[in-house]
T-cell receptor, first 113, second 113 residues
Framework: GENVEQHPSTLSVQEGDSAVIKCTYS??????FPWYKQELGKRPQLIID?????GEKKDQRIAVTLNKTAKHFSLHITETQPEDSAVYFC????????????FGKGTTLSVSS | DVKVTQSSRYLVKRTGEKVFLECVQD?????MFWYRQDPGLGLRLIYF???????EKGDIPEGYSVSREKKERFSLILESASTNQTSMYLC????????????FGPGTRLTVL
């Protein structure tokens, strides 16, 4: 089955710096790669996703890149703000009937002002 | 707005008790999932269901069973709770259509004494 590795497990940056979180996946048939943000005490929420027919996607200060050949994808957050502090999870799936999202172990991002 | 609700936010049970965790979604989603979340281990898939009365094992099904008698409701059952099942349990649902967001419930913090 699918296996998703996520690095780093913790990341500390200064406000205004950029943050990058990287994930690799094992199943070459996976074609959907979402990123979820979980603030303390709250449920995970989708912040951005990318499908395998796209190499990059941006939404304001966040962007995701996908390298299908290398089977890795990354989350980039620019101009970080204290409210970006949270746990971020990457995930992968084949997005077809009978499959499920498999998540990485998460990255705890701390943005200090 | 999609609403995924879970029957309890906090639950304390004794070793050996049978425990039911209930999840309900109100958006007619096909797919429903149970994850457990532990520090440093991320979100691990226990079971999922892509249709009424259908179930599939996830990565860590041992010690758990599930029931989906109605489309909107997905129950996680611990037949005989053990202390190593102390965890945060998150339910999620997804429409089943490609690319659509997977929504999470608020979580149930289960403590087994």
């Amino acid at each position: 089955g699918e296996n998703v590795e996520q690095h780093p497990s913790t990341l500390s940056v200064q406000e205004g710096d950029s943050a990058v979180i990287k994930c690799t996946y094992s199943d070459s048939a996976s074609n959907y790669f979402p990123w979820y943000k979980q603030e303390l005490g709250k449920r995970p929420q989708l912040i951005i996703d990318i499908r395998s027919n796209v190499g990059e996607k941006k939404d304001q200060r966040i962007a995701v890149t996908l390298n299908k050949t290398a089977k890795h994808f990354s989350l980039h957050i620019t101009e970080t703000q204290p409210e970006d502090s949270a746990v971020y999870f990457c995930a992968a799936s084949k997005r077809q009937a009978g499959t499920a999202l498999i998540f990485g172990k998460g990255t705890t991002l701390s943005v200090s002002s | 707005d999609v609403k995924v609700t879970q029957s309890s936010r906090y639950l304390v049970k004794r070793t050996g008790e049978k425990v039911f965790l209930e999840c309900v979604q109100d958006m007619d989603h096909e797919n429903m999932f149970w994850y457990r979340q532990d520090p440093g281990l991320g979100l691990r898939l226990i079971y999922f269901s892509y249709d009424v009365k259908m179930k599939e094992k996830g990565d860590i099904p041992e010690g758990y069973s599930v029931s989906r008698e109605k489309k909107e409701r997905f129950s996680l059952i611990l037949e005989s709770a053990s202390t190593n099942q102390t965890s945060m349990y998150l339910c999620a649902s997804h429409s089943g259509r490609s690319g659509n967001e997977q929504f999470f419930g608020p979580g149930t913090r289960l403590t087994v004494l």
